[in-house]
């Protein structure tokens, strides 16, 4: 269990490292095609993606023994994550920051997990 723990430590690092490494050229190249508020924006889709895979994360590692109990903690977890992805939009739209470039923020982590699984398949 301790291993698994570990290799789920890595996995976790690896998908961060890779999500920022995408977000940089992304973010880059939104504030010289448009402006600030779009590099804001990236960014701040990014580290809610983030937040959001460490919050799976966090529940798959705590997941209850007991199928009715984890299925209750994954169904309060899935409400809480969309709940929050819902506010920030929200706050970001509130704010003046386009909620496209939000979007293409979450997008840049998605491609982080297609890549890993790219270069997963490589070292296998």
């Known amino acids: 269990e301790k291993d698994e723990g570990s290799r789920m430590n890595r996995f976790q690092k690896r998908i961060e490292t890779i999500s920022l490494f995408v977000t940089i050229p992304v973010s880059i190249t939104g504030w010289i095609l448009f402006d600030f508020n779009?590099?804001?924006g990236i960014w701040i889709g990014c580290m809610c993606a983030l937040i959001g895979f460490r919050m799976?994360?966090?529940?798959?590692?705590?997941?209850?023994?007991?199928?009715?109990?984890a299925k209750k903690q994954g169904v309060f977890s899935y409400t809480m994550r969309y709940f929050f992805y819902g506010m920030i939009?929200?706050?970001c739209a509130y704010k003046g920051i386009p909620v496209l470039s939000v979007l293409a923020g979450i997008m840049c982590h998605k491609a982080s997990?297609?890549?890993y699984t790219a270069i997963e398949k490589e070292d296998a």
């Open 113 to 115: 997990l297609l890549i």
């Open 89 to 91: 939009l929200f706050i």
């Open 38 to 40: 779009v590099f804001a």
């Open 56 to 69: 799976i994360v966090k529940m798959t590692k705590s997941l209850n023994p007991d199928e009715q109990k």
